[in-house]
């Protein structure tokens, strides 16, 4: 959660400052960190041959962006219709060499996964984990010798989301190992949330730079919406010959981990009391749940469950659970009681030994004083063989 003032508005990355996003266009999302260093690279190489790999930028653009230059590119997106928008596969599309630069805002992630949540975008199809690689990989191909990309992805834990494939460091490294791109030729940045408040649809944010040693355990969607790292990559061509495709298949030598069953109770199926603040907090006046749900489904198996919460209240009488079949069977609980502003930590493993489809985590108010909570991380994970892992 945030408390800055409305006057953070830049951020820094690389030695230069820019303006936050502002355009609320999927912007609780890391959007707003996205779109200006990706116009930031359109504008440096304006007039030249230049592609966009997902039609993403289009979104935020304005008459500006237009008189100066930056509409001018090839956008390539497979799914998304629009005007001056080529419906072609990236894998595919036989224009090697051709670009000075080429830009692509969290896309090439998907290339290769299922379709969207909403089922927008995707398609149904064998899934490959290589495929996000070798989408960097034929981006390389397509630029001309010395042609800058500028590629964005989430970062953190290596994550099959289904839809996507968050990048981890030795998932990149792949690219060098296997997909033969030189370990010259590229460079990455991370960005980091920080903070953020939950004012809908624009929130303001923190982003910082980062490692990939401070953000490897970062997981999808928790605690914020979304990415919460990010990955900038920045290749430049070198004049080297890449080799076939490597028919590597799903296979992959790492560990994938799922993404956290619950993530967050900000813009989820949670149910709330009283609506939230644009700080976070929930308050609670009276005796009774200050939030319950999100009824998500699970298999049989062992969980970790996380909740960091801050409790502001002269005196708070609060238990929290975890249950299912509509409450009756509860497999954790937690009483909890606390004076003014505290922060409280809990971390404990449980084991569900049947499947179910409404597993929730619920947190009543015992008094009757006025309380406010806000849930710093609220996660479920489940674990396989003692190791997060996918199913």
């Not at 319950?292 to 469950?305: M, T």
């Not at 404990?348 to 108010?365: P, V, Y």
């Amino acid at each position: 959660m945030c408390e800055n003032s409305s006057s953070d508005s830049r951020f820094i990355f690389k030695n230069k400052e820019y303006r936050y996003n502002t355009i609320p266009i999927n912007n609780i999302s890391e959007r707003c960190v996205e779109v200006p260093i990706g116009l930031m690279f359109l504008f440096a190489h304006r007039g030249e041959r230049v592609l966009e790999v997902g039609n993403v930028i289009g979104q935020y653009e304005n008459e500006i962006s237009v008189a100066v230059g930056l509409s001018e590119r090839v956008i390539l997106d497979k799914f998304e219709k629009g005007p001056g928008v080529l419906n072609e596969d990236l894998l595919t599309y036989d224009r090697d060499g051709d670009f000075d630069a080429i830009l692509s805002i969290s896309t090439v992630e998907h290339v290769g996964m299922g379709s969207d949540p909403s089922g927008t975008y995707g398609e149904v199809m064998a899934r490959d984990m290589t495929y996000p690689l070798r989408a960097i990989e034929k981006i390389y191909r397509l630029l001309a010798p010395n042609g800058k990309a500028l590629i964005t992805v989430p970062a953190g834990q290596l994550t099959d989301g289904g839809w996507y494939i968050q990048f981890s460091q030795p998932y990149l490294e792949l690219l060098h190992t296997t997909f033969g791109v030189p370990r010259e030729a590229l460079e990455v940045s991370i960005l980091a949330k920080t903070s953020a408040d939950w004012s809908f649809p624009n929130p303001k944010q923190g982003w910082e730079e980062s490692t990939w040693e401070k953000t490897g355990e970062r997981q999808y969607g928790c605690p914020y919406p979304n990415a919460n790292a990010i990955a900038v990559i920045e290749l430049t061509k070198i004049e080297t010959h890449l080799g076939k495709l490597v028919p590597l298949g799903r296979y992959l030598p790492l560990v994938i981990s799922p993404p956290p069953l619950i993530g967050q109770v900000y813009f989820s199926n949670f149910r709330l009391s009283a609506p939230f603040t644009a700080e976070g907090w929930i308050p609670s006046t009276a005796r009774g749940l200050i939030w319950w749900g999100p009824y998500v489904s699970v298999g049989k198996g062992k969980f970790l469950w996380d909740m960091v919460l801050e409790v502001d209240a002269e005196f708070a009488n609060l238990y929290s659970d975890v249950c299912i079949k509509q409450g009756t069977i509860t497999i954790l609980s937690k009483h909890i009681q606390t004076m003014g502003r505290r922060e409280i930590i809990i971390s404990d493993e449980f084991w569900i030994r049947e499947d179910c489809n409404d597993l929730e985590i619920r947190l009543f108010n015992l008094g009757d004083a006025p309380i406010k909570v806000r849930p710093r991380l609220l996660r479920l994970t489940k674990y396989v063989d003692n190791q997060l892992t996918s199913d």
